[in-house]
C-alpha cells in the first residue's frame, strides 16, 4: 500500500513558496507518506527539478504532474512532465491525460476555479474529494460528484507552504512505481483519507 499526496505546488508556481529539497527533505523524513505528486499551476519545471533532486532516494518517489487552469476550471494531470497541447479547454487536457496513459482529475471542483459540475461533460479519470484548501462542504459536495459519476476520488493537500503538506493523503492499492500508481487510480483503488484535517 502506498500513501500519496497526489496535489503540491512549488515555488514554479507564482503563488507558492516550497522549494523542490524542501520537499523531498520532508518525505525522507515523514512516517508514512512517501509519494507526492508536484503539481504546479501551468507549469511541469517544478516536477522535472523534484524528480532530479529525488532520484538520489529510493525510498520516496516524485509522480510528474500539472494543474492546468483550462477555459472551464481546473484540471490535474498525473503522470506527466510535458505540457499539455493548447488550447487549454477540458476536452484537449482530458484527452491528453488518456494519450500518456496519465490520470486527470477534477481539482477541488466546488472550490473557486473548479469545474464544478460541468465535470459531467468531460471524461475525466477522477475527481478530488478531499482537498486541502478546500472547505468541508465543498469536499463533501465532490464526494457527491463522484460518486454520480462513478469515479474513483482522490485527496490532495493542494499545499502551497510547507505547513500546508500532507494535510490529506491518498492510500493507493500500488507498488512504488509510478506507472503502477496511476493505474490503481484508475481503477479506483485508491481511498482519499485526512491526516489532521482541513483548513475550514
Ligand atoms: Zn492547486
Known amino acids: 500500500m502506498i500513501n500519496a499526496d497526489l496535489h503540491i505546488h512549488t515555488i514554479y508556481s507564482a503563488d507558492a513558496v516550497i522549494q523542490p529539497k524542501t520537499l523531498i527533505d520532508l518525505l525522507v523524513s515523514h512516517s508514512f507518506i512517501k509519494v507526492a505528486a508536484v503539481t504546479d499551476h501551468d507549469s511541469v519545471r517544478g516536477c522535472r527539478a523534484t524528480i532530479e533532486l529525488a532520484s538520489a532516494y529510493p525510498d520516496i518517489l516524485?509522480?510528474?504532474?500539472?494543474e492546468i487552469s483550462t477555459t472551464r476550471g481546473d484540471v490535474l494531470v498525473l503522470g506527466t512532465d510535458e505540457l499539455p497541447p493548447k488550447p487549454w479547454t477540458p476536452e484537449v487536457v482530458v484527452d491528453f491525460a488518456k494519450s500518456i496513459d496519465g490520470v486527470s482529475v477534477a481539482a477541488h471542483p466546488f472550490r473557486m476555479y473548479g469545474l464544478g459540475k460541468n465535470a459531467f461533460n468531460y471524461k475525466l479519470d477522477a475527481i478530488e474529494v478531499q482537498n486541502g484548501g478546500s472547505s468541508s462542504d465543498a469536499n463533501a459536495q465532490a464526494k457527491?460528484?463522484?460518486?454520480?459519476?462513478?469515479?474513483p476520488g482522490t485527496a490532495g493537500s493542494d499545499a502551497h507552504n510547507i505547513s500546508e503538506l500532507f494535510s490529506v493523503f491518498?492510500?493507493?492499492?500500488?507498488?512504488?512505481?509510478?506507472?503502477?500508481?496511476?493505474?490503481?487510480?484508475?481503477?479506483?483503488?485508491?481511498?482519499?483519507?485526512?491526516?489532521?484535517?482541513?483548513?475550514h
Do not use: E, F, Y
Not at 62 to 66: L, R, T
Not at 144 to 150: F, Q
Open 62 to 66: 516524485i509522480i510528474p504532474g500539472v
Open 144 to 151: 457527491i460528484l463522484a460518486r454520480s459519476l462513478g469515479l
Open 170 to 199: 491518498n492510500k493507493v492499492n500500488a507498488s512504488l512505481n509510478v506507472d503502477s500508481i496511476l493505474q490503481s487510480i484508475k481503477k479506483g483503488q485508491v481511498t482519499a483519507q485526512v491526516t489532521r484535517g482541513t483548513k
